[in-house]
Every structure is written in structure tokens, then in C-alpha cells.
């Protein structure tokens, strides 16, 4: 019996038994052409703002969103923008996932992807001295940098650069956003915030830290 001569339901029997492989290519193309222009182009990821570093905290996907979408209204933000926010936290049992983590913080530290760095005194020091943070006065005004440092908000540390005092962090306790997210606990130690030298972010920079200082 010829294929014309067969039924409907067996022509169909036929063609997937002989060609389902070649069926389930092309509708697995499809599915991944179909994403890729999902993903690009209608609901494109938006492009980094500035980028956040919560640096030996755990913030869970809700947290990070909030954080996201708090911040991408304070700053007026149009749609193809976010302040993107990124936890970086350690497991003293297992040295591998440690270091992947490690890893991970100075990729996106490197490919400009982090412009603020967020972290307990300890870390945040070791930042300073590594030069991965930069000193404030880069970034405020003696005005602005005076009414922080008369509210006792500033840490100081000596410029690895010249070897002179300066400001370079930003007391975190009594945010307003991160005191509604839970990210750090301040009561045993204090965290501050400061600016990675990402030429280019110094405007975003500036703004997206007024907003995370920000009190109530």
C-alpha cells in the first residue's frame, strides 16, 4: 500500500515515526528562536544603572527585586534601566562554592558591572586598601561631604594612593531601604557603602548612594 492510499491517522503514524527527530529540532528551534526574541526584544533585560554589590549578605530573590524596583522609581528611571543589586555571601563549610563566589564578585567588579560596594567594616577595609574603593571626595562636594561627617555617616581610612586620610565610606544604620529589606545587621557591627572608580557611572553613582542613605 502506497503512502496516498493510507488513512489520516496513519500518514501521521508514518511521518513521526520516520521523521520525529527532524519534528523535534524544529520545534525545539523554534522554542529557543522564540525565547531569544521574547528575551531581546519583547521584554528586553534592562540595561545596569549601576550595579550593587551586597557584599557577605544574603538576600533572597524578593529582597533583590524590592531593592530593584525601589530604586529604579527613586531614581526615575526609564524602562530599558535598573540599579541592579547583587548578594555575595559565603558558606564557611564549603571552600569551593567560596570561591566561585569570590570569583564572581571581582568579574563583575572588572567587566563594570559594580559600581557600589556595599560591606561590614572588615571587608570594607580591605576594599579600601585593594583599591577598589574610591575616596569620596572624588565624588561629593566639601559642602555635602561636610554634613555627612558633621552626622558622624563618614568612615575614614588612609588613600593607598598617596597615604593620606581621607572619607571613603558611608554609614549605612538608619537606612531607610535597606532597614525594609533586612539587609545587614547593624546592631553588632556597623556596614557602609562606597563607590567603585567606574569611569563613566559617576553621576549614577552619586545619586543611586543619596537614595540608599537615604533616612526616614
Do not use: C
Amino acid at each position: 500500500m502506497s503512502f496516498k492510499d493510507l488513512s489520516f491517522k496513519k500518514k501521521l503514524e508514518h511521518i513521526w515515526e520516520y521523521y520525529k527527530l527532524i519534528i523535534l529540532g524544529v520545534i525545539f528551534l523554534i522554542f529557543v528562536a522564540g525565547t531569544i526574541f521574547y528575551s531581546l526584544v519583547i521584554n528586553p533585560r534592562p540595561d545596569t544603572y549601576v550595579g550593587v554589590a551586597v557584599y557577605d549578605q544574603y538576600l533572597n530573590q524578593q529582597q533583590l527585586e524590592g531593592l530593584e524596583e525601589e530604586m529604579d522609581t527613586a531614581l526615575a528611571l526609564p524602562k530599558d534601566k535598573t540599579v541592579r543589586f547583587t548578594t555575595y555571601y559565603f558558606d564557611e563549610n564549603d571552600d569551593l562554592f567560596n570561591v566561585d563566589m569570590q570569583q564572581k564578585f571581582m568579574t563583575y567588579l572588572y567587566t563594570l558591572e559594580t559600581h557600589l560596594i556595599t560591606a561590614y567594616r572588615a571587608a570594607f577595609e580591605n576594599f579600601v586598601s585593594s583599591g577598589y574603593i574610591a575616596p569620596l571626595t572624588d565624588y561629593y562636594s566639601e559642602e555635602e561631604l561636610a554634613a555627612l561627617d558633621e552626622d558622624g555617616r563618614l568612615i575614614y581610612f588612609t588613600d593607598p594612593e598617596d597615604n593620606t586620610e581621607k572619607p571613603f565610606g558611608i554609614n549605612l544604620y538608619g537606612s531607610a531601604l535597606f532597614e525594609k529589606y533586612n539587609v545587614f545587621d547593624m546592631s553588632s557591627q556597623p556596614a557602609y557603602i562606597g563607590i567603585f572608580p567606574a569611569a563613566g557611572f559617576e553621576e549614577g553613582s552619586h545619586a543611586a548612594v543619596d537614595e540608599i542613605i537615604k533616612r526616614e
